[in-house]
Nanobody, 121 residues
């Protein structure tokens, strides 16, 4: 599975961005899809994940209520809608695919290349 993340950019505090992750090479059928991020000088951290069904979702406390994860299985894509962005959301965002419904990066088998999100005035 090859994952391609896109949609990052520069946005002012309080603004919104929508990240998208497109898979190629094989279907994402049965895979759990997650988003992680790495801020400068920090370890990669969990942001959100959802199951193949799209019904079960999980969010980091820091983004709960502001970010929404969704997927379109027919298009092999997963999106992350980010609202009310804060400077501390600045990071490189990665999408990932795995078999475990987990917030642990090591549980994911496939990773995209990352897309930069910068929140600054």
């Amino acid at each position: 599975v090859q994952l391609q993340a896109s949609g990052g950019g520069l946005v002012q505090p309080g603004g919104s961005l929508r990240l998208s992750c497109t898979a190629s090479g094989r279907t994402l059928s049965g895979y759990v899809m997650g988003w992680f991020r790495r801020a400068p000088g920090k370890a990669r951290e969990f942001v959100s994940t959802l199951k193949w069904s799209g019904i079960s979702t999980m969010y980091a406390d820091s983004v709960k209520g502001r970010f929404t994860i969704s997927r379109d299985n027919a298009k092999n894509t997963v999106d992350l809608q980010m609202n009310s962005l804060k400077p501390e959301d600045t990071a490189v965002y990665y999408c990932a695919a795995g078999r475990s419904y987990s917030a642990i990066p090591g549980d994911y088998d496939y990773w995209g290349q990352g897309t930069q999100v910068t929140v600054s005035s």
